[in-house]
């Protein structure tokens, strides 16, 4: 049945919604890359919270989502910036989060990886900044799962030079119980985190990155880059020390990223793998076989949707991947922690509709027409 679908000059146009999803079956772990989700909270709609309260999160859900990702082979990265970190989710809830997904982990053979970070603290000096990440880094390893040091938006505004960087992390390195994975977050994620590792000048700040691995090679598992450009990940992982991985989290560019070149290649850490995840790890489980023809055939058609999520304002796509989700039939309702189902448009949201319905995402194509069309209703679109 067709659906008129807004455009963002104010008028709509017609669209045929898919009839058969995709056949994807769950399968386990690709074996030629590790490749993580990171994966999207569920709030708890019924809940009488503020844009300002702590958030209220539907566990039930919340766990059945990272179950559906565990069950197609994926590693999941919890905690991190897909989950709203400091947009939405607290440390409080970011810290239950991490327990009881790792509980879940361990019940089910799951790998996973969880964000370490600050924002239990809005600023302090440097040993405070320090405590926190240690505060951290301590519910993470006492959980079981493997940690992600996320860049501190407290940091960023007291450090004063690349000096303190090299300081921190190595503390942090050497106090680490086990291999760690290192994440550089862009700007285009988070405004407060220009000028991280000391320095606005990208050269610059890759130079103390590399400087900071080079001195805990042991301890570093690989790092998450999230600076949407292709050619200065490449450069960065071709000076990698030996054993340290690249975990892109370039959501423009992956296909080419993970199929990588005769120099080497990038695992994968990404946020648009939590609507993807079925479909993405078929795709690297075709790279498994040394099919890069195959991969590429499968993923590179899903790049225009993940580059229409994660379009400026960057920080807002996790608007569409819970849209998505709740479109797919993996919750009941349309409501983010922090209210931020309000942050992107109607016709932002009917075109992420477009796009993930051709490619086949929705397991039950019927039931993600009925509810866009029930949006569209909300929203006062004619029929």
């Known amino acids: 049945m067709t659906l008129r679908l807004p455009l963002p000059d104010g008028s709509t146009r017609a669209y045929e919604p898919r009839t058969e999803p995709l056949a994807l079956s769950a399968a386990g772990p690709p074996t030629s890359r590790t490749v993580f989700s990171a994966a999207h909270v569920v ?31 994926l590693g999941v990265a919890e905690a991190m910036d897909t989950a709203q970190r400091g947009m939405g989710l ?12 790792a509980a879940e982990a361990r019940a089910v053979g799951g790998r996973i990886a969880c964000g370490v970070g600050t924002d239990q603290i809005t600023g302090g000096t440097l040993p405070e900044i320090r405590a926190a990440y240690e505060e951290q880094l301590a519910v993470v390893e006492e959980s079981g799962a493997q940690a992600v040091l996320m860049a501190s938006r407290a940091l960023a505004a007291e450090a004063s030079g690349p000096e303190h960087y090299l300081d921190l992390y190595g503390h942090l390195l050497r106090q680490a119980a086990e291999p760690v994975i290192l994440h550089w977050l862009g700007p285009m994620f988070d405004p407060a985190l220009d000028g991280y590792w000391g320095s606005s000048d990208l050269d610059a700040a890759t130079e103390t990155f590399l400087d900071v691995i080079r001195a805990h090679p042991d301890k570093v598992d690989g790092i998450k880059v999230s600076l949407l450009d292709a050619r200065r990940e490449v450069e960065l992982r071709r000076r990698l020390p030996e054993g340290v991985r690249c975990y892109t989290g370039d959501d423009f560019h992956y296909p080419e990223l993970i199929a990588g070149d005769e120099q080497g290649f990038s695992h994968a850490l990404l946020g648009v793998f939590d609507p993807l995840g079925p479909l993405a790890a078929e795709a690297v489980r075709i790279l498994d076989t040394g099919d890069v023809t195959g991969f590429r055939k499968t993923l590179d058609p899903t790049v225009a949707l993940s580059r229409h999520l994660f379009r400026a304002p960057t920080r807002f796509y996790k608007t569409g991947v819970v849209f998505l989700a709740w479109l797919a039939g993996h919750q009941d309702h349309f409501a983010m922690v922090g209210g931020l189902q309000s942050a992107r448009s109607l016709p932002h949201l009917a075109r992420a509709y477009e796009l993930a319905d051709g490619l086949g995402l929705f397991p039950d194509p019927a039931r993600a027409e009925s509810r866009m ?10 029929r």
Do not use: C, K
């Open 373 to 382: 069309r029930s949006l569209l209703t909300v929203y006062g679109v004619p």
């Open 43 to 73: 709030a708890d709609p019924y809940a009488d919270t503020t844009p300002d309260s702590p958030a209220a999160v539907d566990w039930d859900a919340t766990l059945a989502f990272r179950r559906h990702l565990w069950s197609h082979g």
């Open 90 to 101: 607290d440390w409080a809830g970011a810290a239950e989060l991490i327990r009881r997904s």
